[in-house]
């Protein structure tokens, strides 16, 4: 990180990493001890093959750590082009 501007593959990796692994959390309780039914069914209509199951849950942990990574990816590089030329330590030095 450079002054105030963000590393898009940092927040995408951090953003991605934590989204995978709730999701695979809340996949293997659904599986284990029947709890986030609805949760999982909601996030299910959008992420194709997550389910209460072993396999549903790895695939939403797959799926949930890509959709993260880029959206991650996308909040810091969008942050970098608004926030760049409003600050002390990216404006030009004269």
């Known amino acids: 990180m450079s002054g105030c ?18 999701l695979l959390v809340m996949g293997l309780l659904g599986t284990y001890y029947a709890y986030g039914h609805p949760f999982i069914s909601a996030v299910g209509t959008v992420y194709i093959g997550y389910e209460p199951s072993l396999k549903g849950s790895f695939i939403g942990a797959l799926i ?27 404006a030009p030095k004269v």
């Open 64 to 90: 949930g750590l890509v959709d993260g990574f880029l959206d991650g990816f996308v909040v810091a590089w969008l942050y970098n082009r608004f926030r760049c030329g409003r600050c002390d330590c990216c």
């Open 5 to 22: 501007k963000l590393s898009p593959v940092g927040m995408g990796l951090a953003i991605g990493v934590f989204w995978g692994l709730y």
